[in-house]
């Protein structure tokens, strides 16, 4: 992308304006994290309730480090192995943190992305970046600039156009302000992988002992397409959904693919889609209860839960 296009939206992030960006996840809808006026717009535009606090964005350690009351050894283990990348650590804030970033809570969420214009754009406007998914609250989130344009429009100053986002579902979510840590949302990183980091075993905040979901209708509805979504077993996609064809529904259909990592790659572009036909309701085969499948499974029982 042309430095110019970048440094104009650097300028808008200066003077308190909006800029929806690319990440390595999804598409950010991004403010000067240290102004409380501009992170008012993001709620304003998003329609996201007050009390739900948002991630800030960093081009260094650093940078992290100026926004937290206490760092800790784990958190530069993680930031060391995983940053810039889909990671997101929760620690204690630093008081020049807004409260409005933090829905009125005593920690902040802090991740370094990877996508060079994401992280060029943190660089030029010589602030942290305040970005929540660029999606009206609760809805599908955003992996191309059409999305953003779709869902937000006249809302957002600017969108920097970086093609598709490469994993398709957002960062992983770690809470290391508690003890032990707890992961507050899968994502890309799975907890494998951090566990190898940190030599002990890690809880999801969402599931209970035996390693299954909390049941969806505890849930808060979140992903979710305008459409009525529904997870099925693979004979009931195909059972199901030719007798709701046969009684004249419109019905989209999406089976599992094999490799769980382009499946999230294309997950939200397809749930897009299926929201532009006018459906009546969506089947999606239920991906396995197995660790390759976490994230992508909480996303699709939020996306079913009631409203
Ligand atoms: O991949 C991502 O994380 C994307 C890109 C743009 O970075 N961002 C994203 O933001 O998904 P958002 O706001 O859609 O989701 C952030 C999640 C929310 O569930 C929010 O409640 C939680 O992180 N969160 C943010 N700050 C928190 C905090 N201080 N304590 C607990 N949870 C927090
Ligand atoms: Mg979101």
Redesign the pocket.
């Known amino acids: 992308m042309d430095e110019k296009e970048l440094l104009k939206a650097a300028q808008i992030i200066k003077n308190g304006g909006l800029v929806a960006f690319p990440?390595e996840?999804?598409?950010?809808l991004g403010a000067n994290a240290l102004s409380a006026d501009a992170v008012a717009k993001i709620y304003t535009a998003k329609g996201r309730p007050s009390r739900?606090?948002?991630?800030v964005?960093v081009a260094s350690i650093d940078q992290a480090k100026s926004l937290v009351s206490s760092w800790s050894e784990t958190a530069d283990k993680l930031a060391e192995k995983f940053w810039p990348g889909?990671l997101?650590m929760?620690l204690p804030k630093a008081s020049m943190v807004p409260d409005i970033v933090?829905?009125g809570?005593q920690?902040?969420?802090l991740?370094m992305?990877s996508h060079p214009i994401a992280q060029r754009l943190i660089e030029l406007a010589e602030v942290p970046i305040a970005?929540?998914?660029a999606n009206v609250s609760g809805r599908v989130?955003s992996t191309t600039a059409q999305h953003v344009r779709d869902g937000l429009g006249e809302a957002v100053d600017m969108i920097l156009d970086g093609g598709p986002t490469e994993a398709g579902i957002?960062?992983t979510?770690i809470?290391l302000s508690v003890e032990p840590p707890v992961i507050?949302?899968p994502?890309p990183i799975a907890r494998e992988e951090l566990e190898k980091i940190l030599s002990f075993e890690l809880r999801a905040s969402s599931e209970d002992k035996g390693g299954t979901l909390v049941s969806p209708g505890m849930m808060q509805s979140h992903y979710a397409p305008k459409t009525r979504l529904m997870l099925v077993t693979s004979d009931e996609l195909q059972a199901t959904g030719l007798r709701l064809q046969a009684s004249g529904k419109k019905v989209g259909l999406l089976p599992l693919m094999d490799e769980p990592q382009l499946y999230a790659a294309q997950l939200y572009a397809i749930l897009h889609r299926f929201d532009a036909q006018n459906l009546d309701i969506i089947l999606v085969e239920e991906p396995p209860r197995e660790p390759q499948w976490e994230a992508v499974r909480d996303r699709l029982v939020r996306a079913a839960a009631e409203r």
Do not use: Q
Not at 52 to 55: F, Q, R, V
């Open positions: 990440t996840t999804v598409y950010g739900n606090p948002i991630i964005h889909p997101t929760i933090t829905g809570g920690t902040v969420a991740r992305p970005a929540p998914s989130s957002e960062s979510v809470d507050r949302r994502g």
